[in-house]
């Protein structure tokens, strides 16, 4: 087991990569609508292009694993997210003020990122280990130390390099994917029997218990990402307290939590239900969005949004696990379509409350994407037992 520490540690970093690519923009988008003069939309524009490029990563994975295998797509991956990280200081620098170069320095970096989500966790579960679900949920721990990191750091660095120069914090990031990417040039990667024949779309898509995990992985993306854009507008909005603090208190309670559940959760995974364990985890982030939809006061409004960072740790990890399990022969298709699934809920997930809240109020945008969570613990208790949904 010890000889595959430097590839678990490989994986770890990778997905705190895939966190400095989430979540370091969000925080200097005040700077770039002050210097690019950007509009409200053309923010949510990178935001939606970092989606988009991911989503045509998750479905290009496959192709690009059959012919270069893991070590290839590891090393292509971070090579990508490198070039997209210094493109955006060299494109930013070379082209002052220039709204295209940020978009296709955000292209770049985003495809690698989509990359990495979809190899790294099968990688994990090829290692050797008697307990797979601990370990694909200590895996996902760390794009939540990524995000503490990612936020705090960037953050800080805004305050020491001041506003004019926040070009170099890409470059300053890229240094992690950049050390990372010559780590799986020499790191020992278990890549799949060729020999074994892998399910097909068809099949997947034809299995009832397939629809399930996919309906989670919808769920669980939406339900995690709608809390994490909206945390910091949340705590403003609860405790009165300014953008800045606001912008730190919020997503990083909730990334801690977040980090928390998930790491506890790879101590104790195996003696319990990993289902029932997914369905009490959702419960209480109904009972956390219901609590931001009809609380005013203080103190509930933070802990609601700590807590929801821990209620929707389990539920991508865990799908990941059980599926992995249910499906032995699923391969990367597998995991490719539910990172699909899971990027279009992070789509899904915010725009619904956005759009909610713009209609009526931030409080029945929490109430609508409770439904998120409720509609996983709806699926889980129709989910078909695995003996009647065998795949070949």
């Not at 928390?260 to 959702?282: D, K, Q």
């Amino acid at each position: 087991m010890k000889r595959y520490g430097a590839v678990k540690a490989a994986c770890y970093t990778g997905y705190i990569v895939q966190a400095i690519i989430n979540n370091f923009l969000p925080v200097l988008f005040v700077i770039l609508q002050k210097d690019y003069g950007l509009s409200y939309e053309q923010l949510g524009r990178l935001v939606f292009v970092n989606f988009i490029s991911q989503l045509v990563a998750d479905v290009c994975a496959p192709l690009i694993v059959k012919h270069i295998g893991y070590r290839g797509a590891a090393v292509l991956s971070h090579a990508l997210v490198t070039t997209g990280l210094v493109g955006m200081w060299g494109l930013s620098t070379a082209f002052t003020g220039s709204y295209a170069a940020l978009l296709t320095a955000a292209v770049i970096y985003a495809f690698g990122s989509g990359l990495i989500e979809v190899i790294i966790s099968p990688m994990v579960e090829l290692l050797p280990s008697s307990n797979k679900a601990g370990s694909m949920a200590v895996l996902h721990s760390f794009y939540c130390w990524g995000q503490l990191l990612t936020i705090a750091l960037t953050t800080f660095m805004v305050l020491k390099l001041g506003d004019a120069n926040w070009s170099f914090i890409p470059l300053i990031w890229a240094i992690i994917p950049l050390v990372n990417m010559f780590a799986f040039c020499v790191v020992p990667v278990m890549e799949p029997n060729p020999e074994v024949r892998e399910s097909t779309v068809k099949e997947l898509f034809s299995n009832r218990m397939f629809l399930c995990f996919a309906v989670f992985m919808l769920c669980a993306g939406a339900s995690e990402i709608a809390m994490a854009e909206w945390a910091s507008a949340f705590v403003q909005q609860g405790l009165g307290l300014n953008k800045t603090i606001g912008d730190l208190l919020g997503p990083c309670t909730f990334a801690l939590c977040m980090g928390i559940g998930r790491a506890v959760y790879g101590v104790f995974a195996g003696r319990y239900s990993a289902v029932r364990a997914l369905i009490l985890n959702n419960a209480l982030c109904v009972a956390c969005y219901g609590v931001a939809a009809f609380c005013s006061s203080p103190v509930p409004v933070l802990i609601a949004c700590a807590l929801c960072g821990f209620s929707v740790s389990l539920s991508w990890p865990g799908t990941y696990s059980l599926a992995a399990e249910r499906f032995p022969h699923g391969g990367t298709l597998l995991f490719s379509l539910f990172a699909l699934f899971g990027d279009v809920g992070c789509s899904i997930g915010p725009w619904v409350l956005g759009m909610v809240a713009d209609r009526s109020s931030l409080q029945n945008g929490f109430l609508m994407a409770a439904v998120f969570p409720l509609l996983f613990i709806i699926t889980a208790l129709l989910l078909p037992k695995e003996k009647d949904c065998k795949t070949e």
